[in-house]
């Protein structure tokens, strides 16, 4: 073990010297309430083939983590804090932290970032060279604004969503172009930025923030046409699929990770006008994940283009798991025809979030696996050599910021930072890269709505609402199928210990 960490120091000692005069540049890539199971390198019968190019080219992480939650892990990925310590519970300011933006710009980076931001300041106040996108939560995909002529009332919430385009935000944002889509949107914009004069002698960092595939369901329709009979198997038959992809790939030991038995609704009881439905919905959902591959390939040829890809570190994940919440709509279409269309407010719903996070436990919100647990693609081209393979160590949103920052060669919090923050709260991810373990120091912690959970070392323990805490060894029962919370009861107490100090510390509320 000390050689292997010997070998793996030096190699990482190389590996920053070779690249000292030529700073990698980083692309993180954040899609929202996708499942663990949602990629084709993951296990899906979706067509992801730029994604699962990554994965191919790269590493895949098996226990990485998000918050259960879109804002609170945005708050984690551009802090490296909790969002309990930066104010970032609720959609608002980030309070008493620097962002990825703030302290990758003094190190030379030009930093950029599109997309779904999820709070209430605009990212050029926060460390950004550029910002567009949604400020909000969830928007319209078509429209995220008012009518316009011509087209039918859309589909939302009753809110009106923030947009911003550098320094100008608007509330509500109409787009005078026909053929708007967000995910379009905010990758045309990102490949803009990437021809910039700056950029010839910069190094960038990008954050591409889709809201695909989060609620409403809406796609081009020759991107759902090419799903058409996909799913007429209904759920049962898509996840054990799904299942024996994972167990045939080696993403998942069945002995560890057993199929749970189905517990939702049963596909042959349903009515033929609820099973159309039911199909439509899982056809938009994957139109949708179809969309955002398309248009990361638009980036990966463009690296390609300007000789940039070998030495440009991607990273790809999910803010949290499949979400299994009603949409909640208060203006909507409900005929089949519109389906996909500006004028639906639709969401999957519990059964095919249970499909997606195939085979885990819950979906969003929760702080089992299915909600916390997300898909994690790192490539670099330059240094990440022995590819295609998985990564299980653990690791957590917290942990980007440190590994940028050691990457960057970049002061943490930025010198002359006037505010006093806490120290950054993860670790860095560079040694996995070339197969080493990482070095973290304190268990990992989550809270969000009723749930909360702690993991250390393969222990974890998680609750949701008022239920018994339960406890689970993650190394031989990765889904949680077997609560170890009355055999072991002094390793529940010691974790429920380390976690209510925790809260202390960070200021969190429970439930």
């Given amino acids: 073990m000390k050689l292997k960490a010997s070998l793996c120091s030096i190699l990482l000692a190389f590996t920053a010297s070779a690249h000292a005069a030529e700073k990698p540049n980083i692309i993180f890539v954040l899609v929202d309430d996708m499942g663990w199971s949602d990629l084709g390198c993951y296990g899906s019968e979706i067509s992801t083939p730029n994604i699962d190019s990554l994965a191919e080219n790269g590493l895949r992480f098996t226990r990485f983590y998000n918050t259960a939650k879109c804002n609170t892990t945005r708050a984690c990925l551009l802090t490296g804090l909790y969002a309990q310590q930066c104010g970032m519970m609720g959609p608002g300011k980030i309070k008493n932290a620097a962002t990825i933006g703030e302290v ?50 859309p589909g939302n919430k009753g809110r009106k969503r923030a947009w911003c385009d550098d320094d100008r935000t608007y509330q509500p944002y109409t787009p005078e172009d026909p053929n708007f889509y967000t995910t379009d949107a905010f990758t045309g ?38 799903y058409r ?39 042959e009881k349903l009515d033929d006008a609820e099973r159309q439905k039911e199909i439509r919905r899982m056809e938009i959902y994957a139109a949708m994940l179809d969309r955002v591959d398309q248009n990361l390939g638009k980036v990966l040829a463009k690296l390609e283009k300007q000789g940039k890809r070998d030495n440009t570190l991607i990273f790809f994940a999910s803010d949290n ?71 299980a160590e653990p690791g957590h949103m917290i942990d980007v910021m440190p590994t940028l920052a050691s990457l960057a060669g970049a002061t943490y919090p930025p010198e002359n930072w006037a505010a006093e923050i806490p120290p950054m709260q993860g670790t860095s991810l560079l040694p996995a890269f070339t197969g080493g373990s990482l070095k973290r120091e304190s268990p990992i912690f989550w809270q969000w709505s009723s ?41 529940l107490a010691a974790l429920q210990s380390r976690w209510k100090a925790w809260m202390t510390e960070v200021g969190g509320k429970r439930k």
């Fill in 104 to 153: 990758l710009r003094p190190a030379g980076y030009r930093t950029l970032a599109s997309g779904k931001h999820h709070g209430t300041e605009n990212l050029r106040e926060r460390g950004f060279d550029h910002y567009y996108g949604l400020r909000d939560g969830a928007c319209n995909f078509w429209n995220p604004g008012v009518q316009r002529d011509g087209e039918p009332a």
């Fill in 189 to 226: 914009r990102a490949l803009a930025w990437l021809d910039e004069k700056e950029l010839e002698s910069q190094p960038f960092f990008l954050y591409l923030s889709y809201t695909a595939p989060h609620y409403p369901l809406h796609a081009w329709p020759e991107d759902i046409a090419k």
């Fill in 229 to 267: 009979g996909k799913y007429d198997a209904g759920y049962e038959a898509i996840r054990e699929a799904r299942f024996k992809r994972m167990v045939d790939m080696g993403l998942i030991d069945p002995a560890k990770s057993p199929l749970l038995e189905w517990d939702g609704r049963d596909w």
């Fill in 321 to 391: 798991g499949a979400c299994a919440e009603g949409a909640g709509a208060k203006t909507k279409s409900n005929k089949l025809e519109d389906f996909g269309t500006v004028a639906s407010y639709e969401t999957v719903g519990k059964d095919w979030a249970t499909v997606q996070n195939t085979p885990l436990r819950k979906w969003k919100n929760f702080s089992h696996e299915g909600g916390i647990r997300t898909p994690l693609i790192v490539s670099w081209p330059a240094t990440i050599k022995t590819t295609g393979g998985y990564c």
């Fill in 451 to 491: 749930g909360g959970a702690v993991r250390d070392g393969d222990l974890k323990a998680v609750f949701w609402g008022k239920s018994n805490w339960e406890l689970y060894d993650l190394s031989t029962d990765t889904n949680e199928s077997d609560d170890l919370a009355e055999e072991k009861p002094k390793e």
